[in-house]
């Protein structure tokens, strides 16, 4: 049997990347997953390759009317929805003199808001299946402020945050929550990112400076998610796990 057989997930921000590599974990394991996103072919792609067991939504995680859809078509196709992955997330490399109010406001939409109604949008699902967890993508921005980052590492102090309270609030219901902090992973965003020579030296810098010698990869990531998705973690609510390679320390 697989570590999450029987359950019922959805994964945002799963045509690409991490959530591609959390959503292929969770099918492996045993789940049935929706996968979201607002990549549409590339989210077909991903779900087909998982077969049977997975459904793409075309989804933008900002508007609670999309949230409402993506639920129903997860409990039309496999039942009430015992497993959330918060994946989907946007960056923005620049200074605060540099980052315009409607900049801010697009990553914090994204970021902070997007998550805040995933959560309330999964929780009567949750509840009639008895209990649930819901996984948080942060980042290691959530947790040490960096330069160059004023609206990045808004949105993730704030879901470092927003979990903590979810988990004080959601444990009597059996749903809990848990925040996963990434460093430097190589992603598609990651790559976009690196157009100019001095972000492409900072990532060597961020590589050379970690304990592990390393940059993450996505599978690095989904491992923690894997955990926290799974009966394993079943007395973890409330934490904040953070996938480095020992970065920050």
């Not at 099918?27 to 549409?40: F, H, K, N, P, W």
């Not at 015992?82 to 980052?99: F, K, M, R």
């Not at 805040?116 to 929780?123: S, Y």
């Not at 470092?160 to 598609?188: C, D, Q």
Request: net charge negative.
């Amino acid at each position: 049997m697989g570590r999450v057989e029987g359950s019922v997930a959805i994964v945002t921000g799963a045509a690409r990347g991490m959530g591609a590599a959390h959503a292929r974990a969770l099918v492996r394991e045993g789940a049935r997953v929706i996968l979201t996103d607002v990549l549409e072919e590339d989210g077909r792609r991903v779900a087909e390759e998982l077969g049977e067991c997975a459904r793409f939504v075309v989804h933008d995680v900002t508007r609670s009317e999309d949230w409402e859809r993506v639920v129903a078509a997860a409990e039309q196709a496999f039942g009430n929805v015992t497993i959330l992955v918060n994946n989907a997330g946007i960056g923005l490399a620049a200074p605060l003199d540099a980052t315009t109010e409607a900049d801010y406001r697009r990553v914090i939409e994204v970021n902070q808001v997007g998550l805040f109604l995933g959560m309330k949008a999964v929780l009567d699902s949750m509840t009639r299946a008895g209990g649930g967890s819901i996984v948080n993508i942060s980042s290691v921005a959530g947790i040490v402020g960096t330069a160059h980052s004023i609206a990045y590492s808004a949105s993730k102090f704030a879901v470092t945050g927003m979990t903590k309270v979810a988990a004080k609030e959601l444990g009597p219901r059996g749903i809990r929550v848990n925040s996963v902090h990434p460093g430097v992973i190589e992603t598609p965003m990651l790559t976009e990112a690196a157009g100019t020579e001095e972000i492409i030296q900072g990532l060597r810098a961020a590589a050379a400076a970690t304990p592990l010698g390393r940059l993450g990869c996505p599978d690095d990531v989904s491992r923690v998610v894997l955990f926290l998705s799974s009966d394993e973690s079943s007395f973890v609510t409330g934490s904040a796990y953070v996938v480095d390679g020992g970065f920050i320390g």
